[in-house]
């Protein structure tokens, strides 16, 4: 059962993975923009133990593939390999753009998780929202879609920035949500087995979680487009 207190206390960041040797590349914030910033994953890293240290559950939104499909191994598993996931459509993780930007989230991620560990200290995490939403977990990673329709204008001239508060503010209104009833990832690996990426940086890193969600998808949360009225 949902716990109203983590829907109400939750603190909720957008992450647009990047190079961080181009001005702006790695961009981070909150839904409210209220905080942000860019380039140093460090700040993002205390902004995040800010919230743990003060009882607020954190929600983070990767935006770069963080769970792969994996084909069964038989005599025909190998024509899925490398197909898109369910919900992508012409955004597949493994094209030329996704390959690219799971290579650099994925090691951002690791990252930022070994900074948050080695400074707080017992932390547990998932990537499941019910495990989160139920108060048994207080970091919940997420992976973020925010491409074609769904992107947003620049802030300030910042396409980074204006992907990363989509980011959090499409997580944020899903986990919400699950006060009206379950929440639905918008981007599956079924029907094959999920390979998380996620839980393999969680897990290297030393932050405490089920090693069962490593078969299991991460929550996606793809952007939808603005409706101008």
Not at 66 to 90: C, F, I, K, Q
Not at 97 to 108: F, K, M, S, Y
Not at 111 to 136: I, K, N, S
């Amino acid at each position: 059962m949902t716990d109203a207190r983590v829907v109400s206390r939750m603190q909720v960041f957008g992450i647009d993975v990047g190079s961080v040797r181009r001005k702006g590349g790695f961009a981070w914030s909150t839904a409210d923009a209220s905080q942000r910033g860019q380039d140093d994953p460090s700040q993002l890293g205390e902004a995040v133990l800010a919230s743990l240290k003060s009882g607020s559950p954190v929600a983070l939104a990767f935006e770069c593939p963080l769970s792969v499909p994996v084909p069964a191994a038989d005599g025909t598993g190998w024509t899925e390999l490398g197909r898109a996931r369910a919900g992508e459509h012409n955004r597949s993780w493994s094209a030329g753009a996704g390959a690219g930007v799971l290579a650099t989230g994925l090691v951002q991620v690791l990252w930022l998780l070994h900074y948050v560990d080695g400074r707080y200290g017992d932390v547990r995490a998932t990537t499941q929202p019910r495990t989160f939403l139920e108060g048994r977990a207080s970091l919940l990673l997420a992976e973020a879609m925010v491409t074609s329709d769904g992107k947003p204008e620049p802030v300030e001239g910042h396409q980074d920035h204006a992907d990363a508060v989509a980011a959090a503010l499409r997580l944020e209104e899903l986990l919400a949500s699950a006060e009206n009833g379950p929440v639905v990832s918008d981007v599956s690996c079924e029907p094959h087995v999920a390979l998380n990426l996620a839980a393999v940086a969680a897990l290297h890193a030393g932050v405490l979680l089920d090693p069962e969600e490593l078969k299991q998808d991460v929550f996606v949360a793809k952007a939808r487009p603005v409706i101008h009225r």
